[in-house]
C-alpha cells in the first residue's frame, strides 16, 4: 500500500511544531493512534509519539520494533524517529521519557488521554524533574482537516474504487436476499476491490428499516416495493471513502421517488454549495432548504456530511449551526465546538442527506467530495437515479 | 443473535448497584460501550448510561430511540430503562440530567471518560446542584470478568463456530497463495461461519514474517519450508473467540519441529495449569518454563493469553507478575494494575504462547479456555499436530 513519502512527514511535523510555539509548548505526548499513523506512517496499534522542537520520541513495544527497522531507508521512512522501546507499560516508558525533559510544558490531547492514564501520569512524574502537562485540543486533527498532496491522491483512489464496487453492488443485489447477505457481499467486493476493511459496518436497511440511519443489517429479506439504503466504506491505504445509494425492489411507488427526489435534490444543492470560504453550516442549510420546501424537514434529523480521513468521521463536519449528531459519527460526544466555519481547498468530506418516516423507510444518497481552488470535486462515481431493481 | 435475558441483565445491574453502595456513590456513568452493551443489550455505537440506586438512564440520539422502542416487550428487554434523548450533544444531556440529582455523589469511568470530556462537564455542571464527579476505575469491567451462564453458553457457541472455521481454513491454504489471500479467505469464511465480523485484523505470517508477532499480512507468497502463522477470530453476538494455529508449508525443517514442540509444550502446560485459586502469573510461568527448558526463553516476549468477551483483549491478563504487553493487547497502557491475581470459574481467556527468532520467523498456538468449578474446559477444539501442506 502506499505510505506517505518522508518529506510528507516532515512537513506535517514542521506544521505541529510551529503549533506547539503558538502554544509556548516544548513538547507534545500524542496518543491517538490516528494522529501517530499521520506523523509517522504506522499502523500498528500501540505506540505514542513525543514530539519536541527537534526530536520525534517513538514509543512502542516490543512487536513492532522489527516493523519499523524495516521502513529504515525506505522512501516512507519516517524522518528523525528515534525508538523507545517499552520494557513494561507505555505509560512508565512515557514518564521516564518526560521526566528526561526537565521544566518542559508537555501537551496532551485532552480529546485521547483518559482521565486514569492523566492522573496515574501526573502521580508518577518525578517532582524534581518539573515537567507541567498541559491539556491541548486537537492540535493535530486541525492539520489533518486540510488534506496534502499525497492524501488527495489517496482518497481519489479510494473513491475511483469505492465507486467500481459500488457499481458492482447494483447489478448484484436482488430480491429475496437477506439484508445481511448483501452485507457480506458488499464486504466481499471491497476487499476484491482492494480494500483494507470496510471503514464501518456496512448498513443495508430495507423497507420500514431504512426510517432507521444506522440500522443493522438482519434477517429481513428484500422485498417488491423496499427501498433499500445501501450505505457502506472501505479502508484504502488507511483512508477512508464513504457511498450511499438508494435502490427500489421493483417499480417504485410514487412516494418513493417523491421522497427520493426531494433527498436527489438536497444532495445536489448541497454539492452545488461547496466552494471554498463557504460556510460548512451553509452547505448544510442547502441540503435541509431542499428537503424543507418538499416538507421533509422533519425526516433529516442528522448532518449532511462530515470529514474523511484517517478516521471515517472527522472534521469539517457539515451540519447545523447548532452541534448536532452526524449520521455516522460515532463519538460526536466531544466534538462540534471551536471550529472554523469556512471550508477551503483539500477539505474532503460526505454530502449524505436523508429523509426517514417512521414505519415507511427511508432514503439516504451519499457522495464524498474535494474543496479545491476552482469549486469542488465529487470523487465518488455512481449514478444517482433510483434504480429499480 | 442471541441477546441477554431481562433476568441476566437485572442481576448485572444488582451486581453494580452493589459495589456503588460499598464506593459510596449515588450513581454510576458508564460511558465505555461495551459496558454499555453488557448493562443494556444495546449493540449501537453512541449511549451513556446512567446507573443509579433505582433507575437506568438511557441516554442515545434519535438514530437508536426506535430500535430500543423495539426491544420493549421482548424477552431481551433492558429492564426500568428510561431513554433520555440527546437534541443537540450528549455530554449537554449528560449534564442535565445529572443536574436533575442535587449532592449526589456520581461516579464516571475513569479509563473511559478523556480529560477534555471530564473538563467540559466539571464545567458544565451547575454550581448550585453541587454534584462531585468522582472517578472511579473498572466497575464494570470487574463484573464483566466472571462470565455468567448466557455469556459461557454464546462465548462455547463461538469457540464450536471459530473450530470449524480454522478446519476449513487449514483444509484450504495452500503453498503460493500470498499473505493477504489467505487473510481475506479466512475472513470469508469467518463471515459464513456465522460471525458478525472478525475479531480483529486477521494475521497471516509466513517465514521470516512470523517473527513479528502482530504482523499485517502482505503480498508475500506461502513458500515450501515457511512456517505460517494463522491468527484469527470472530465476533459471535458480540462476544469475541480468538484461535491461532502454525502449518509448514512442505515438510518441515527439524528446526521448526523443534521450536513447534517447544511452543506446544508451553500450550499444554499453560492449560495444564489452569484450576480455580491458581495465579493467572503461575499459569504464565508454566508456559515460560517449558520455553525455557528448550532455550527459548527470550523468544517468547508477550504474556501468555488474554480474557475474551465483549472486547478481544479484557481481563484476565495472563502474565509475568511484572505487568507486560499481551500480544494482542492493543490498549494496555493502563492495564495491569491493582488485579485480583486467582483465576476463578466463569473466567474465559486464551492460552497463546509463542517463539519469535528474528530472521527465521515464529510459531503460536493459541487455545480458549473456561474455568470451571472442577478445572478448565477447552473451548477451541482444532488440532494441534504440526500440519504439513
Chains 1, 2 share one sequence.
Not at 154 to 175: D, F
Not at 248 to 261: F, H, L, M, Q
Not at 263 to 281: K, T
Amino acid at each position: 500500500m502506499p505510505q506517505a513519502p518522508s518529506d510528507t512527514l516532515s512537513r506535517r511535523h514542521a506544521a505541529i511544531r510551529y503549533r506547539l510555539t503558538a502554544l509556548g509548548l516544548d513538547a507534545l505526548v500524542v496518543t491517538s493512534m490516528p494522529n501517530v499513523l499521520y506523523l509517522t506512517n504506522f499502523t500498528g496499534s500501540s505506540a505514542i509519539v513525543v514530539l519536541t522542537a527537534d526530536r520525534l520520541l517513538f514509543v512502542t513495544d516490543f512487536r513492532y520494533v522489527a516493523a519499523i527497522d524495516r521502513t529504515r531507508g525506505t522512501a516512507a521512512e519516517c524522518p528523525a524517529l528515534e525508538i523507545e522501546r517499552v520494557d513494561s507499560s507505555y505509560d512508565e516508558t512515557l514518564a521516564a521519557l518526560l521526566d528526561s525533559l526537565p521544566g518542559a510544558r508537555v501537551g496532551f490531547e485532552a480529546r485521547h488521554l483518559t482521565v486514569g492514564r492523566h492522573q496515574w501520569l501526573e502521580a508518577s512524574l518525578r517532582k524534581r524533574s518539573r515537567v507541567s502537562l498541559v491539556p491541548t485540543d486537537g492540535v493535530v486533527e486541525a492539520a489533518r482537516v486540510t488534506k496534502d498532496a499525497f492524501e488527495i491522491a489517496i482518497l481519489r483512489e479510494g473513491a475511483i474504487r469505492l465507486s467500481h464496487v459500488a457499481r458492482q453492488v447494483l447489478q448484484a443485489v436482488r430480491r429475496g436476499q437477506t439484508e445481511r447477505e448483501v452485507a457480506a457481499a458488499i464486504d466481499d467486493r471491497l476487499r476484491g476491490g482492494g480494500f483494507e476493511k470496510p471503514a464501518f459496518d456496512t448498513i443495508v436497511a430495507s423497507g420500514p428499516n431504512g426510517a432507521l440511519p444506522h440500522a443493522q443489517p438482519g434477517e429481513r429479506k428484500l422485498t417488491e416495493g423496499d427501498l433499500v439504503v445501501l450505505d457502506f466504506g472501505g479502508v484504502y491505504a488507511s483512508y477512508c471513502v464513504d457511498l450511499t445509494r438508494t435502490v427500489s425492489i421493483g417499480a417504485s411507488a410514487p412516494r418513493a421517488r417523491e421522497v427520493y427526489a426531494a433527498v436527489l435534490e438536497a444532495h445536489d444543492q448541497a454539492i452545488a454549495a461547496v466552494a471554498p470560504g463557504r460556510s460548512r453550516f451553509d452547505i448544510d442549510a442547502a441540503a435541509r432548504d431542499a428537503l424543507k420546501r418538499r416538507g421533509l424537514a422533519e425526516a433529516f434529523g442528522h448532518g449532511t456530511g462530515h470529514g474523511l480521513g484517517i478516521d471515517v468521521h472527522e472534521d469539517p463536519r457539515i451540519t447545523r449551526r447548532r452541534a448536532e449528531t452526524p449520521v455516522s459519527a460515532v463519538k460526536s460526544e466531544t466534538e462540534g465546538e471551536h471550529r472554523g466555519d469556512q471550508v477551503s481547498p483539500g477539505m474532503v468530506f460526505t454530502i449524505e442527506p436523508g429523509a426517514y418516516i417512521p414505519g415507511w423507510g427511508g432514503v439516504r444518497i451519499e457522495d464524498d467530495v474535494l474543496v479545491t481552488d476552482a469549486g469542488v470535486d465529487v470523487l465518488t462515481n455512481v449514478t444517482t437515479e433510483l434504480l429499480e431493481i
